[in-house]
């Protein structure tokens, strides 16, 4: 099984920059499907981006094309998050998954272990 530690939540004005962290213990990642989940107060959750097993595939909700970068580091068991220009909308509990299967990435459904989760302020 994987165990995922989340890191790099916190408060930003509108306009910065956060970087999210995720590592795994129990088992590497090298070829799980990782994933970022966002679920604001009151609101479902929903997708924010996946990146396949090589890191050769990214996916975006249109939310956050161009202002979120996510990547991988096999060698270190390590899922990030690169969120810039943020907006007060981004407010949420982010969670980082992984998918052990060939599922449909952009589904919390699909997704057989989760992170904490790390809360991510955007203030105006």
């Known amino acids: 099984q994987v165990q995922l530690v989340e890191s790099g939540g916190g408060l930003v004005q509108a306009g910065g920059s956060l970087r999210l962290s995720c590592t795994a213990s129990g088992r590497t990642f090298r070829t799980y499907v990782l994933g970022w989940f966002r679920q604001a107060p009151g609101k479902e959750r929903e997708f924010v981006a996946a990146i396949s097993w090589s890191g050769g595939n990214t996916y975006y909700a249109d939310s956050v094309k161009g202002r979120f970068t996510i990547s991988r580091d096999n060698a270190k068991n390590t899922l990030y998050l690169q969120m810039n220009s943020l907006k007060p909308e981004d407010t949420a509990d982010y969670y980082c998954?992984?998918?052990?299967?060939?599922?449909?990435?952009?589904?919390?459904?699909?997704?057989?272990?989760w992170g904490q989760g790390t809360q991510v302020t955007v203030s105006s």
């Open positions: 998954a992984a998918d052990r299967g060939s599922g449909r990435y952009w589904s919390p459904y699909e997704y057989d272990y």
